[in-house]
């Protein structure tokens, strides 16, 4: 089969994993083709806790005849885990149907979901590794850096006016952006690990912090609530109804995002104020944006970011469009919803 069909599959794959959302888990895609090249079935990871890439492929592909099989291949752009985590093995199911063949893009080495690719080998499946790598490590960079620097993936939820504030002149703050920006927080609340906020938005805003729907009943999953900083938080405060909050008393947002990798937490949303947020933003510790733009100014109030120690415009933070599923910018009711990366 010609390189070149391979190479093709895994732009494929790539392009594919890129419809998932970020978090705990990386952004995965497959391919499985036949010995001309042709495109059998394809299937990409939507997001922690959902089946990976591999077995997406897998179940699609369906039943198909021995041989059949073993003339296949499949193209992943990271390498089959070989843990039983939320799913998985994935390198076990690619020997179980029988496919003769894996390329995996990048390594998944120091987790632990590592060594699949040593199963598979142990196992007589031809295995090997690099093709397009250099994009597959790009896909991820900061998946990998997180996970590099023995911390959480983070995601900065900013919900803003078109000027940049969080509140107006008299701390009047609730609501700036719309019903349907809401909704789709509260959904991102769902799907992390923890909450992140600064004792400041705890004694100003008295926020729950849960994850609701738009009826305001709870979800089924519900993040850790972190406080951070020193100052302390009333008894009676709203989250601190239940059990699920903690507070860690420091300003250091590596010290914080350290202590959160240790208690197993995998993502946290990074929700202000605007300390907070400025703290993670100047320690390059922001690994994805959700920007919710309300079409107001307000002129003056509090501005959501502060002094990033940016003197000159090369020193700027500087991040791209992220696309999730093709759309890097969304318009919910009123507002626009940006995914962004550094
Ligand atoms: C994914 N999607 O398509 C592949 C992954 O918690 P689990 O069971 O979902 O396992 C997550 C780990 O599995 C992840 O950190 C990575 O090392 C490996 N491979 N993960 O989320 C996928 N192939
Ligand atoms: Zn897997």
Known sequence: MQADRRIAGMRVALELA?????????????VIIDSSGSILATGYHRGAGTPHAEADALTRLGPIPADAAREATML???????????????????????????????????SEAAGGAARLRAAGVNVEQGLLET???????????????????????????????????????????????????????????????GTGTVLADDPRLNARDEHGRPF????RRIVMGEREIPAGAALAADANWEQIRSHDPRMVLGRLHE???????IEGGSSI??????????????????????????????????????DARAFRLDPIDGESVQILGTDTLTHLEP
Do not use: M
């Open 263 to 269: 208690a197993g937490i995998s993502h946290v949303l």
């Open 277 to 314: 947020i400025t703290a993670f933003l100047a320690e390059d510790l922001v690994d994805e944006i959700y920007l919710y733009q309300a079409p107001i100014f307000l002129g003056a109030g509090r501005q959501s970011i502060g002094d990033l120690g940016v003197g000159t415009l090369g």
């Open 18 to 30: 890129k419809r998932g959302v970020r978090g705990a888990n990386p952004l995965v895609g497959a």
């Open 135 to 197: 994009d597959a490590l790009d896909l991820n960079h900061r998946w990998f850096l997180a996970r590099a620097g023995k911390r959480p993936f983070t995601t900065l939820h900013l919900a803003q006016t078109l000027d940049g504030r969080i509140a107006a002149a008299d701390g009047t703050s609730q609501w700036i952006t719309s019903p349907d920006s809401l909704r789709h927080a509260h959904q991102i609340r769902s799907r992390v690990d923890a909450i992140v906020v």
């Open 76 to 110: 992943v752009t990271l390498e089959p885990c070989n843990h039983v985590g939320r799913t998985g093995p994935c390198a076990q199911a690619i020997i179980d149907a029988g496919i003769g063949k894996v390329v995996y893009a990048a390594k998944d080495e120091g």
């Open 220 to 223: 089924d999953r519900q993040p």
